[in-house]
């Protein structure tokens, strides 16, 4: 029987991996290779690449590292973030991406996502949704990693994202991502009741719990994981040998002071989910 | 030295199993040139994308012929997902689409689920288990029954003769073929180049068979 998921999620600005709260005030974490290789040796079932800055400026550097690490990574590569024509998602594949998901443009051209469907075929083709819970308690789609307002209600677009052969949905909570308070259960269950394909869910692991519930009570066959599993290793993964001009890595030796996160590692949380009898990939 | 082809069509993960090679000491050159293609010693027919589309790329580029006259020889092909995929007669993707033709079969979509309590997602974005049919095949030695695999694919070859059977897989409870053999033709559902170091076992066993030969 197929597996669900666990799949690192690693936000990319320019040479390095950060993190932020509500996908803002990015703070380093580290370098990506080294992340990637290292969860890719922890049996990550897919990792998640995450252009933080892409709909803002310049992502040459996104695809410098994807290039690296497909060389030596053989799982599922995901990249998300600034995808607008069918040039970038080739040049993404070219680069070394398995498949490529889009949320600013397909929410501003539908007809896009239809022929990004046709030209590379469903399982290639993702669309991330940004969800931020109103007052009145309705889901909005955002876009521009949560910045952006579009009006667009996050159940009408699942059920337009049905019609248009998109091979699966990253449903973001902007709400709960870096929080650490666990994954958007409601938002979850929303989606999954209108979409009739695969889901990833995404912001607000803050405990190994909070995939276990997530995994138990949702039809989600993917968890995308980033807190929990940085923090875990970001201090033995850092070297001040590597090159840290373009950002402020304090923060880096700050981490593991914080209460909001019980961080893991993948062999940790894949043995707790099997346990509870979760269809994992054991390592 | 073998020389070993990986055709490039335009439909597919190139680098990806070319990386995969690589790593286990398998040289390939990426061609679609059909004289090289003649002279090799073994062929890599990749492949993701829709069955249509990449019949015709193969019919554009003139590469049918090369193969089927290659298939002919002895040598083997490996064929991955897609590329597996178009040994077959026909497939029903998108209307319906004659292959190579070198196994008798179809390719099918996977069936809409019947219940709601268990959704069958199309389609498959998973890693699952790969049951071996035939235990005594190269292809997956060393490899234990039921290890994991990573699948990605909407459609399913169907055999005429269930002999062609390797591998099979069960998606949300619906069984399939998830490898397919017959003689020096060999070809996986499943993505080795994208399955960690199970995957890199099949490249490796692949390696063997052509030295073998």
Excluded at chain 2, 107 to 133: C, D
Aim: hydrophobic share 40%.
């Amino acid at each position: 029987m197929e597996c669900k998921r666990i799949i690192p999620r690693l936000d990319i600005k320019g040479p390095n991996l950060v993190k932020g709260i509500h996908l803002e005030g990015l703070r380093i974490v580290g370098k990506p290779e080294k992340f990637a290789e290292y969860y890719y040796a922890q049996g990550a079932d897919e990792l998640m690449f995450v252009d933080a800055v892409a709909s803002l400026y310049e992502r040459n550097s996104l695809h410098d590292i994807i290039k690296r690490v497909a060389k030596q990574i053989h799982i599922p590569l995901v990249v998300a973030g600034g995808i607008r024509t069918i040039k970038d998602i080739t040049e993404a594949l070219r680069v070394g991406a398995d498949r490529v998901s889009i949320n600013t443009a397909a929410i501003q051209n539908p007809k896009f996502i239809e022929e990004a469907v046709r030209t590379f075929g469903s399982s290639t083709i993702i669309v991330t949704i940004e969800a931020i819970k109103q007052n009145d308690g309705k889901y909005l789609a955002f876009t521009d990693n949560g910045r952006e307002h579009t009006g667009l209600e996050v159940s009408d677009w699942t059920r337009q994202l049905n019609n248009l052969g998109v091979g699966e949905i990253i449903i973001t909570s902007v709400d709960q991502e870096g929080t650490g308070q666990g994954y958007d259960y409601q938002l979850i269950k929303l989606v999954s009741e209108i979409a009739t394909m695969n889901i990833t869910a995404s912001g607000g692991a803050g405990s190994p719990d909070d995939v276990e519930k997530l995994l138990t009570n949702t039809s989600v066959s993917g968890a995308a994981i980033a807190s929990i599993l940085h923090y875990e290793i970001a201090k033995e993964l850092f070297d001040p040998a590597d090159d840290y001009r373009e950002g402020n890595i304090e923060y880096i030796n700050k981490i593991g002071n914080t209460k909001m996160f019980q961080t893991t590692t993948i062999p940790a949380l894949k043995a707790k989910l099997i346990e509870k009898s979760i269809n994992i990939r054991p390592n | 030295m073998m020389k070993v082809a990986l055709i490039d069509y335009k439909m597919g993960n190139l680098f990806s199993i070319a990386h995969a090679c690589e790593k286990v000491g398998l040289e390939v050159e990426i061609t679609n040139n059909p004289e090289k293609i003649k002279n090799a010693d073994a062929l890599i027919l990749p492949g993701v994308g829709a069955y249509p589309l990449a019949i015709e790329q193969l019919y554009i580029q003139n590469l049918t012929e090369p193969i089927k006259d290659f298939a002919n020889t002895g040598k083997y092909i490996f064929g991955i997902c897609l590329g597996m995929q178009l040994f077959m007669d026909q497939s029903n993707e998108f209307g319906v689409h004659q292959g190579l033709g070198l196994i008798e079969g179809e390719v099918l979509r996977f069936p809409e689920s019947t219940t709601n309590t268990q959704p069958r997602f199309i389609p498959q974005i998973a890693w699952n288990n790969v049951s071996i049919e035939q235990p005594n095949h190269p292809l997956f030695k060393n490899i234990p029954n039921n290890e994991y695999f990573y699948f990605v694919h909407s459609n399913y070859v169907k055999t005429k003769s269930t002999q062609n059977i390797l591998c099979s897989t069960d998606y949300s409870n619906f069984k399939y073929s998830s490898a397919i053999v017959q003689d020096n033709l060999i070809g996986i559902q499943f993505h080795p180049e994208k399955s960690g170091i199970q995957g890199l076992k099949i490249f490796e066993n692949y390696k063997e068979l052509i030295y073998k030969r």
